[in-house]
């Protein structure tokens, strides 16, 4: 009997060091263990009946430590945290925020006492100190491992068997069990550990499969590209209100995680079989963004797969995979929505190829509005003096010029920046020019200052900027928002720019540029911003990153008539408006409206509120810097709700709730919240959430 037990006890050094030494094939090793493993049955009729009765009389064990199951568990678990610098909530058993030697002597006194609900109480104090989110950075396999080896030589019923350490569950835990957890170990998959070996008493962390849904993946896409694009399709629109913002985004979101394809498919072509587009305007439909998040949504699937279709397998392999990855990124940047369209036939009709316009060649083609043959750029400021109607350089509007002069952007003494002759005395300027029934009539206001542009290098940054009228302006900067230094020009101009020296490398400037007109108005905050100056490294390698200044003025974008947007000709250089007007920037492709309330500005909730308080009433199309230089209202305007369903608001007490059918939501967690990732949060009182 005792060879036998010398016998076992050799094969098992043998196989825990091929385990760990070796590449031998797993199946063989369990066979040997288990072949080990049955050498302790012997017949009876092999050994004298004395033999026999001495072997089933109970043999007299001496406990060394008290046996604890979970103290087995967090011993393995800190130990394995300890080892190879995988922190854990867990194995951080003093709470000092890093798991060293101090926390395995901690928990190696529990394990020595065998207090089971001590271990165990580190696992779940109140609730699991581990989640979901977390939980694979516990070391469960290494928590196996330690309980198997504790457990070694015990049979169901035995005082130190339990069935989570008998991992082949055949009522014994032998070599075969020690030869399966260190293989556990091996791979190191705590998910698989933990799922199968801790699920109960924890709860499984495994997501239930998301219900595939290829035309919601399409329709999310093709919603989110429009959002963020501001190019409208009615396939897009799917609260039918003529504009795609965050709310369509989260229907199109609410439908996908309902797999709700039907309906989603829908947006597309009605039951009537009426389509949501025509071979006019399919290209306003942003397919290759629908094939992108279809590709995301079916990548690993294949033929038969209940998350393939046929659509998103860009290359037609049969498996949606890298390569189709691949290839739908390369369809995106190339944003060729024909080409993408065709991956959606059938079901979709098929269309022509749509006809490429050619700016420049005389005829006005689809997508032009203009066409003169002359691709020049016809503007004030190009020290040409211009007179009669031009089609722009990329055909998109025409020009009426009837300039006096020409002297650039900057102007001269003897003409404007805005091409008029000056005469002897400057004029003062004072509220800009009425108009259009409704522009003029506001009240004086300093220049405002706009459109900056900087351009730091390791020498000197140059920033440029405009303001609404002559003006002279200045510049404080420093390397905190208290500035310290200044740059202050003389000359009364409309572009300005200022050259400083003397910057240190790789440090964060802050700028604040101040305004003052002829008429001795002063705005001491006309515009603010900060640049970083290149590191000493960069400019040691030549590779100085580039940064972009603010927007054009001169911005086109698609209407939902397709139409072009355009600075109302008869308000051109109007910035000052009365209460009560209704102005719209040109540069946005939401097309806010906003009401000018006190000299401040309240934007326009919706088309009904817009119905409702302003019909008949004229909006003014105007410059960006004419919505921007009136602050902004917030909360409750004639008594009734202004924000419109998918506003983010944020009372007092730091919540965020989402605006739903009128209702307002609380956004519970961190990761609900990402799904509004760029969204502004609007700051309001307590009164006003009260009204939701």
């Known amino acids: 009997m005792k060879n036998i037990f010398k016998d076992i006890f050799f094969s098992f050094i043998a196989l825990s060091f091929v385990v760990f030494s070796s590449g031998l094939n797993t199946s063989k090793l369990i066979a040997k263990a288990q072949e080990a493993d049955n050498q302790e049955i ?52 003093n709470n000092d925020e890093v798991v060293d030697l101090s926390d395995w002597t901690w928990v190696s006194e529990m394990y020595g006492s065998g207090n089971d609900a001590s271990c165990y109480s580190q696992f779940m104090p109140e609730a699991p100190i581990f989640t979901c989110y977390d939980y694979k950075e516990i070391g469960w396999c290494q928590g196996l491992l330690q309980g198997v080896k504790d457990s070694l030589g015990s049979q169901s019923n035995d005082y130190n068997y339990n069935e989570r350490f008998d991992l082949n569950s055949d009522g014994a835990i032998n070599l075969t069990d020690t030869v399966l957890a260190v293989q556990l170990v091996d791979k190191n998959d705590q998910a698989k550990c933990y799922e199968e070996h801790f699920v109960p008493p924890f709860s499984s962390c495994i997501e239930a499969p998301k219900p595939y849904a290829p035309w919601c993946s399409a329709l999310l896409g093709i919603v989110s590209q429009a959002a963020n694009s501001g190019v409208y399709s009615d396939v897009a629109d799917i609260n039918n209100d003529e504009s795609v913002n965050l709310s369509d985004v989260v229907l199109a979101t609410q439908m ?128 040409e003096v211009n007179n009669g109607t031009f089609c722009n350089a990329t055909c998109t509007t025409t020009l009426t010029l009837a300039e006096t002069c020409d002297a650039g952007t900057e102007g001269s003494s003897s003409c404007t920046p805005q091409c008029t002759v000056i005469n002897p005395t400057p004029p003062q300027p004072g509220p800009s020019g009425g108009g259009g029934g409704g522009g003029g009539g506001g009240v004086i206001l300093p220049p405002n200052a706009y459109s900056s542009s900087i351009a730091p290098l390791c020498q000197q940054t140059t920033i440029n900027w405009q303001t609404s009228n002559d003006s002279i302006t200045w510049l404080v900067y420093g390397t905190d928002q208290s500035y310290g ?95 009560g007007a209704l102005i719209r920037s040109v540069c946005d492709p939401n097309m806010s409206i906003y009401v000018l309330v006190s000299g401040k500005k309240f934007h326009i909730p ?41 506003t983010l608001l944020r009372g007092k007490n730091k919540r965020v709730y989402i605006i739903e059918n009128s209702h307002k939501r609380y956004i519970s967690s961190l990761a609900e919240l990402k799904k509004y990732a760029g969204q502004q949060i609007i700051d309001v009182s307590d009164s006003v959430l009260g009204e939701y």
């Open 606 to 646: 919706n088309w009904q509120y817009l119905y409702d308080h302003y019909f008949g009433q004229r909006i003014f199309n105007v410059q960006d810097i004419a919505v921007y230089q009136y602050p902004d209202i917030t909360g409750n305007v004639l008594g009734v709700k202004i924000y419109p369903n998918g």
């Open 256 to 383: 996908q995680d309902t797999a709700d394809d039907a309906h989603c498919y829908q947006q597309f072509e009605d039951p009537q079989g009426q389509f949501h587009f025509t071979c006019e305007n399919y290209t306003s439909v942003g397919w290759c963004q629908g094939l992108v998040q279809g590709v995301k949504d079916s990548t690993g699937s294949k033929v038969g797969d209940s998350n393939y279709n046929d659509i998103y397998d860009i290359n037609n392999d049969g498996v949606i995979n890298l390569t189709d990855v691949v290839l739908v990124a390369q369809l995106d940047g190339q944003n060729d929505q024909a080409a993408c369209y065709a991956h959606y036939q059938p079901p979709m009709p098929q269309c022509p190829a749509p006809v490429v316009a050619v700016c420049g060649n005389g005829e006005v083609e689809t997508g032009e509005v203009c066409d003169d043959g002359n691709t020049n750029t016809e503007i004030c400021g190009d020290n």
């Open 485 to 579: 230094q200044e740059v202050k020009e003389s000359v009364y101009k409309v572009s300005h720019s200022v050259v400083l020296t003397g910057l240190l490398p790789g440090t964060t400037y802050y700028y604040q540029i101040k305004t003052q007109g002829s008429n001795g108005l002063v705005k001491a905050d006309a515009l603010n911003g900060s640049f970083t100056t290149p590191t000493a490294q960069q400019c040691a390698s030549g590779i100085i990153p580039e940064v972009l200044g603010t927007k054009e003025e001169a911005c086109r974008f698609v209407k939902p008539n397709d139409g072009i947007a355009q600075i109302d000709k008869d308000i051109m250089n109007v910035f000052d408006f009365p209460n």
């Open 42 to 93: 012997v017949s009876n009729e092999e050994l004298p009946k004395d033999t026999v009765e001495q072997l089933v009389q109970p043999p007299v064990v001496e406990l060394v430590k008290p046996y604890s199951e979970w103290c087995s568990v967090l011993l393995g678990a800190v130990s394995y945290a300890k080892d190879q610098g995988h922190y854990s909530n867990l194995a951080d058993i």
